[in-house]
């Protein structure tokens, strides 16, 4: 089979950002982590954040078990504050945890499609519009995933 991985581009990022010697952590955002605008907690660096983001969204590439947290911290490029700075800081502590973490994919497994989807109802507490997730496996391989902010506010979870 076929391992695709980044950890050369991760140890480089953590060095980039000087997060190579933070103490490792096993998730990258809490369970009950919410953020918000924050708009009046401290601005930081617009530049710096951004460059931040960037570099863990071209991460995702291979590295789907951060998608979620990594889009969630997209969200606020416009006007980054402390706690977001603290969100991407997480991200970038759980990478230091994992960094031989990639994708496998199998000579050996069947040529079966299937896919998963969920979405929390409501989750974002500005907007109240749900974020949704799928993944999609050719056997036992993954071979797309997404995680994204729905356009619309669900009236149901029907």
């Known amino acids: 089979g076929t391992f695709v991985h980044q950890t050369k581009y991760t140890k480089d990022l953590l060095r980039r950002f000087k997060m190579d010697n933070y103490k490792p952590i096993s998730t990258p955002i809490g369970s009950t982590a919410v953020l918000d605008p924050d708009e009046d907690g401290e601005a930081v660096d617009q530049k710096e954040f951004r460059s931040m983001v960037g570099s863990l969204l071209y991460l995702t590439a291979s590295r789907p078990d ?59 507490r500005i907007d109240r519009k ?29």
Not at 71 to 94: D, E, G, N, T, W
Not at 130 to 148: A, P, Q, Y
Request: proline share 1%; glycine share 6%.
């Open 66 to 124: 951060i998608q979620f947290a990594v889009c969630l911290c997209a969200r606020f490029q416009a006007s980054p504050r402390a706690s977001h700075r603290q969100a991407v800081k997480r991200i970038m502590r759980y990478l230091n945890h994992t960094l031989e973490f990639g994708i496998w994919y199998s000579t050996s497994s069947s040529i079966c499609l299937s896919g998963y989807s969920d979405a929390d109802f409501g989750g974002c």
């Open 130 to 158: 749900s974020t949704s997730g799928t993944c999609h496996f050719l056997g036992t391989s993954l071979i797309e995933w997404s995680s994204r902010k729905q356009s619309s506010v669900a009236q149901s979870t029907a």
